[in-house]
């Protein structure tokens, strides 16, 4: 790497011929040699190249709904960028599909429905929610005040995510009425739990259309 003398004022930056031109961290004006680097594309590269694209495609649109549910954290983004990698893309070259339903959104302590479900009505475009009742709240240390949050995206093109705040552990229901231009088969939900105060928070839980879906507690 050379150093260019200042006092010549050069204000010369970027590729010049085979020399770049740029200025560091300290303010020196400095110069290397360009390098083209190695592309061989071979097809373990071309396979994880793809294999990245789609798994940042995917999670992108919910970066901001993961750092919510992680606590705030900037890091948890990355986590699951990671474990996404390993456990959500399904097929094989070229043809991987993203599993949403091994995306967990949300970590935390406060104890889910043991049941959930999830119908959608074409007829009205209404996506209709229940999950278990305040006596079964209660009875495993929840409560009838926790708030309920879905978690819906539209997996379009141009991906968009909404938060619904679909009531209370008590209410037992929610319907959500699909937007005009949403596709019903490219619309995936989640759903978890927040503490009235707000300071707890429990897993999410993804939702696939039946009448009741059992949810596995941890033992």
């Not at 793809?50 to 970066?63: D, E, G, I, W, Y």
Request: aromatic share 10%; glycine share 8%; proline share 5%.
């Amino acid at each position: 790497m050379g150093t260019i003398d200042p006092a010549k004022n050069d204000a010369t930056t970027g590729k010049v011929g085979q020399e770049v031109h740029y200025v560091n961290s300290k303010g020196t004006r400095c110069v290397r040699a360009h390098v083209v680097p190695s592309n061989p594309r071979t097809a373990k590269q071309t396979s994880n190249r793809s294999l990245f694209a789609l798994v940042s495609k995917s999670l992108a649109p919910l970066r901001k709904v993961i750092r919510q549910g992680y606590g705030g954290s900037d890091a948890a983004y990355h986590t699951l960028f990671g474990k996404a990698c390993r456990e959500a893309v399904e097929g094989e070259y070229p043809d991987y599909r993203f599993n949403y339903g091994k995306i967990q959104l949300s970590r935390g302590r406060l104890p889910l429905p043991l049941h959930a479900g999830l119908d959608y009505l074409p007829a009205t475009r209404e996506a209709r929610f229940s999950w278990e009742g305040e006596e079964e709240a209660l009875s495993r240390n929840g409560s009838a005040a926790d708030m309920v949050r879905i978690i819906a995206l539209h997996a379009d093109r141009y991906a968009e995510v909404r938060v619904l705040h679909a009531g209370t552990r008590g209410s037992g229901s929610f319907t959500y009425l699909l937007p005009g231009h949403w596709k019903a088969e490219q619309t995936h939900y989640w759903l978890y739990l927040l503490s009235h105060d707000m300071q707890e928070r429990s897993d999410s839980h993804y939702l696939v259309e039946s009448a009741d879906q059992p949810i596995e507690v941890p033992g």
